[in-house]
């Protein structure tokens, strides 16, 4: 396997955040680690109507 230049999460970030949302994570020594994306169901203004 080779190793990655660690853009991809950059990217993601970039695009949750755009629409709103946020990511969560946990990471263990040797264990490997766990991203949660977190996106709403509605957007601000859809809220209203």
């Known amino acids: 396997m080779t190793e990655g ?3 991809g999460l950059s990217v993601v970030h970039g695009i949750v ?3 709103g949302g ?3 994570f946990t ?3 040797g264990e490997g680690s766990e991203f949660v994306v977190l996106l ?3 957007r ?3 809220r209203d109507s």
């Open 5 to 7: 230049t660690g853009l």
């Open 17 to 19: 955040r755009k629409h």
């Open 22 to 24: 946020s990511i969560l």
């Open 27 to 29: 990471t263990g020594t």
């Open 40 to 42: 709403s169901l509605f």
């Open 44 to 46: 601000e203004n859809d």
